[in-house]
């Protein structure tokens, strides 16, 4: 059987797509989006109009006919906790992510888009691998106040995708692995996967700062910054995500123009990326004490994971823990269009979306 997929991946400033004639890759784009215009929509929702006929006009370019199509695939947003794998979009996700998310991000409209999309061809829209995804123990959830839970919010999609291809590389089955994986790329998460389930993370507001978000800031300061007056709820909120980590000290969210100051002498850039790695480790290392230390590798993943220089430094503090891999990149427009050829397979199968039923169902 022939199966055509369109994969949406709705990121801060871009929309990338791919399409997938089965496993074969026939079209790949990464659409940018203004950000003097995206600064115009007050909610991520809003955005959804623009994007969609931005990846029509791509797919209409590009002389594919949406009437060809099998499935399509977002990557699953800010849901409440689900379990990895795909899930079919229903009308419950929707009204979920349009008006009660979990927290207000890009991949939000990932399922909405691919619903919009796939609804009038009669076809399935699915989530895969949702940011969302949920494997903690019960000892992972506490924060440290009552009532206030800490929550698996990940990269999940590209990090388990890693931790399986590594397996399948080394001839193992992911399942029979413990292994940690640090995505670094505009967001950090470092998270562990002990025998095939992803039990624990460090988040992106838990652990280390990262091109544009803060990671882990002292609370008591945070609080009073609250606080002062001098900033509203929206404000603060965007000095942790979007204009916190480096751009908050270098001006630029992209670290290859941070090698660049630093080949130049600039001493605050290379405090900068040393303290970045440094915290990357720091992550690593706290993950493995989930494991008792029994690591079978450490991988690093990512964009970020392209920079000899970063790498090399984070290896230095953790290769003490286990082996390092590198790989560099996302592979979430793959990970999401074969996620799905194995459900039309019928290798694996969709979930139904259910409020109620979430992560411990
Ligand atoms: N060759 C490279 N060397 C160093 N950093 C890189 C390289 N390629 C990409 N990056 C950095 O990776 C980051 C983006 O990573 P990516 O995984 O694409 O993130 P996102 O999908 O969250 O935007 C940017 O900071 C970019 O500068
Ligand atoms: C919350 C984890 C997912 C995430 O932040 O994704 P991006 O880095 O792509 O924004």
């Keep these: 059987m022939n199966y055509r997929i369109l994969a949406i991946n709705p990121g801060s400033t871009s929309t990338k797509i791919a399409v997938y004639d089965n496993d074969k890759q026939i079209l790949v784009k990464g659409i940018d989006h203004n950000t003097a215009d995206l600064e115009k929509y007050d909610r991520v929702q809003d955005q959804f109009d623009m994007r969609k006929s931005e990846v029509l006009k791509v797919l209409q370019e590009n002389n594919i006919e949406i009437n060809t199509l099998s499935a399509v695939v977002g990557r699953g ?204 480790a720091k992550s690593i290392g706290e993950l493995a004490t989930v494991v008792e230390g029994r690591v079978d590798a450490i991988i690093i993943t990512g964009g970020i994971a392209y920079s000899k220089m970063m790498t090399a430094n984070i290896k230095k503090r953790v290769e003490f823990i286990s082996k390092i891999e590198i790989l560099p990149g996302e592979n979430e427009l793959e990970s999401l269009s074969l996620g799905t050829l194995r459900v039309l397979n019928k290798e694996e199968e969709a979930r139904e979306y259910q409020e109620a039923s979430l992560a411990k169902a």
């Design 77 to 280: 947003g800010l849901l409440p906790p689900v379990k990895s794998g795909a899930y079919l979009v229903n009308d419950q996700m929707i009204d979920r992510l349009k008006n009660r998310p979990v927290i207000e991000h890009a991949s939000n409209l990932g399922a909405i888009i691919s619903y919009e999309i796939a609804r009038p061809l009669g076809i399935n829209a699915y989530i895969y691998d949702s940011v969302a995804v949920d494997e903690f123990k019960d000892v992972a959830r506490l924060s440290g106040i009552s009532g206030m839970d800490r929550e698996s919010l990940s990269h999940a999609l590209n990090s388990r995708a890693m931790a399986i291809k590594y397996a399948k590389e080394n001839n193992t089955n992911y399942s029979d692995l413990n292994l940690i994986v640090a995505h670094l790329g505009g967001g950090i998460t470092v998270s562990v996967h002990e025998k095939g389930k992803m039990v624990d993370i460090v988040s992106d507001d838990e652990g280390s700062f990262s091109p544009e978000r803060a990671g882990r800031v002292p609370c008591k300061k945070l609080i009073d910054r609250c606080f002062s007056g001098n900033y509203t709820h929206k404000e603060m909120l965007k000095m942790i995500r979007g204009k916190g980590g480096i751009v908050s000290y270098l001006n630029t969210v992209d670290v290859r123009a941070v090698e660049k100051m630093i080949s130049e002498g600039n001493k605050e850039a290379k405090l900068v990326h040393e303290a970045m790695a440094y915290q990357v």
